[in-house]
């Protein structure tokens, strides 16, 4: 063989990059653009806040699903305090996860319901940057319960001057430049789109729950979590608000609609945003002048800042954003807490679809004092406190479910099912389901699932072609591009054992052999006149001897003596043939 032509360019075929998370979830590993990782930095900079250490994470931790990472922060008033200390906000932090796929915040006359925007009330509307997600990111820099910088040029001055600043000349061509208002401007909203471009990088919306795994045919879900799932989807009405099909065009499920809804959910007792009328901003003013007696307006309190909207107000009061359920139960460890709901009211999944099930069944919670009744009180009593706001509650779709406590927790444990990085079994198929079907379909025949990207079967590749992708060869010193982000990912053992997958299967031909060893350099059919002159007709012995003596290929050392003869045989086969063909063609121009 020509040792130019190494037979390693085809190991760019054996595994994909579809799958990128780490099989325990890890949301590293997964390879970003220079704007993704700008956005990550500025996402995780604890020094752009006044005073600093608070970073964006601090309210939209990833080992959580993206939101609150605080347990006891989230058993009570689930508002996360700002970086000045005693400021809090009104509402729990929402997920960061999959936020950028909400769409811009819009009308739809037809429905008669606003779609879209992100933050609970919806006012990062995407107007002003086209992606609400970019218009959330900029929302807490100058917010006096949040971040609270005095001013864009202060955030604009902070990311100047961090260690990550070289970044962004190389994703928008120039250095950051705070002399100038309109420079100032300019780049503030590039921080809120870098910081969308990391929201919407495949290591934040990752896609890689044991649900989506189940939909590609890769999972199985246990008896009770598919009962859970056929109760979401039909006598729950779950699905109604979180549907849980496919796009139009195959897209993942993302379990929300992106509308507004009122549940009736009660007030939390514990918001600490309720002693806001005693804590004061920079101009004196109490951050919550209502104190006790405020009410979150929701949607409707947006609507009426908005002239164009405003005359449809009132029917939206109390109305919040539908969240995505996706990372709904991911947590750190068992018994940690997260609470859900706008105002973070419910600390468990099971409370929550107790009151979907019997929030108009049980009887309402009186105690003589105002709102006090937590979950745990309310659980405890077998009763529900009134709703924040009594206007526009959905009585239709939830309320008196009928469900019994067996389905109740059905529909929890397909829940469950939503949090990213499901730990695949380790064996030879799940590292290779995991980390490759995607591209390259499925090994078994038996399996049809499709291959998107990259539909040539890897069936009989070797552990040394498999490590010499990843860790590099004689010429491909780092190994193949594509590859290069699975070092110290696998074991020898691991890859051992998806290459002993990859050859479980009976009759591999010599065809397939040549495939998964020779064929990205030398051609992929032999029979087609799409290989290489100099390797056709080459012979076992052949083969064996440059694996043997050329440095380039001595990694393919691994290679038993019946893969050589298989596509030695495959080689001269297919070379007779030709010469067969050719002298065909001869004869045929003698005639």
């Known amino acids: ?33 220079a704007k993704e990782q700008l956005g990550k930095k500025l996402f995780f900079d604890s020094n752009l806040s006044t005073p600093k250490f608070q970073s964006c994470a601090i ?9 609150g990472p605080d347990m006891a922060i989230n058993a009570h008033g689930a508002v996360y305090e700002g970086a000045v200390w005693g400021r809090f906000g009104n509402r729990k932090p929402p997920s960061s996860a999959y936020a950028t796929l909400s769409p811009i915040f819009h009308y739809d006359e037809q429905e008669g319901l606003f779609v879209g925007g992100n933050f609970w009330d919806g006012r990062a509307t995407g ?14 820099f100058l917010n006096p319960v949040e971040q609270n910088n005095p001013s864009k040029k202060v955030v604009c001055e902070k990311v100047a001057a961090s260690q990550y600043s070289w970044l962004w000349k190389e994703v928008f061509g120039t250095s950051i430049n705070c002399m100038t208002d309109a420079a100032v ?4 909203n590039r921080i809120g789109l870098a910081i969308a471009a990391y929201e919407d990088s495949k290591e934040v919306n990752q896609f890689s729950s044991k649900f989506d795994y189940y939909q590609k045919g890769m999972a199985t879900l246990t008896k009770q979590e598919k009962w859970g799932m056929d109760l979401f989807n039909g006598k729950a009405k779950c699905s109604a608000c979180h549907p849980s099909e496919k796009g139009p065009n195959g897209e993942p499920p993302l379990f929300t609609d992106f509308t507004f809804d009122n549940l009736g959910v009660p007030k939390n007792p514990e918001n600490p945003f ?6 004061y901003l920079a101009d004196g003013s109490p951050i919550n002048p209502e104190g006790k007696y405020w009410v979150d307006p929701g949607l409707g309190g947006f609507l009426k800042t908005r002239p164009e909207w405003a005359g449809l107000a009132s029917m939206n009061m109390g109305k919040h954003k539908v969240p995505t359920l996706r990372n709904v139960d991911k947590r750190t460890q068992d018994g940690f807490v997260k609470a859900f709901g706008h105002n973070g009211f419910f600390k468990s999944l099971k409370g929550i679809v107790n009151f979907y099930n019997t929030r108009d069944v049980k009887k309402m919670c009186y105690s003589g004092k105002y709102g006090d009744f937590t979950e745990t009180m309310a659980l405890k009593n077998n009763c529900w406190p ?5 206007d526009n509650v959905n009585v239709e779709e939830l309320g008196d479910l009928k469900l019994s406590p067996a389905e109740e927790d059905a529909i929890v444990a397909f829940m469950k099912t939503l949090s990213d990085g499901y730990n695949k079994p380790q064996t030879g198929q799940g590292y290779y389901d995991f980390y490759c079907m995607g591209c390259h379909g499925s090994a078994d025949p038996a399996n049809m699932y499709p291959a998107p990207v990259a ?15 990843i860790y590099g060869t004689y010429v491909f010193k780092n190994g193949v591009k594509p590859m290069q982000f699975m070092k110290g990912t696998f074991s020898d053992e691991q890859i051992q054992m998806i290459s002993d997958y990859l050859n479980y299967f009976p009759g591999i031909t010599g065809q397939q052999r040549y495939t998964t060893t020779c064929a990205g350099c030398h051609g992929l059919d032999a029979q087609g006149g799409r290989v290489d002159e100099e390797v056709l007709g080459e012979e076992t012995e052949e083969i064996k001897e440059a694996i043997y003596d050329e440095d380039p290929m001595r990694f393919l050392r691994c290679l038993p003596y019946q893969d050589l003869f298989s596509i030695g045989k495959y080689l001269t086969s297919n070379y007779y043939d030709r010469d067969d063909d050719d002298d065909d063609d001869d004869r045929e121009d003698d005639d």
């Open 1 to 33: 063989m020509v040792e130019k032509k190494l037979l390693a360019c085809l190991l760019t075929l054996i595994l994909c990059l579809l799958s990128f998370a780490a099989l325990a979830g890890d949301q590293g590993g997964y390879p970003l653009t």
């Open 59 to 67: 309210c939209h931790n990833p080992e959580v699903g993206w939101t």
């Open 127 to 140: 107007e002003h940057l086209g992606n609400p997600a970019a218009d959330q990111a900029l929302g807490p």
């Open 185 to 188: 401007e300019q780049n503030y």
């Open 274 to 279: 309720y002693r806001m009328d005693k804590v």
């Open 386 to 390: 009134a709703p924040e706001v009594k």
């Open 455 to 469: 539909p040539r079967k890897v069936v009989g590749a070797r552990a040394c072609s498999i490590k010499g992708g």
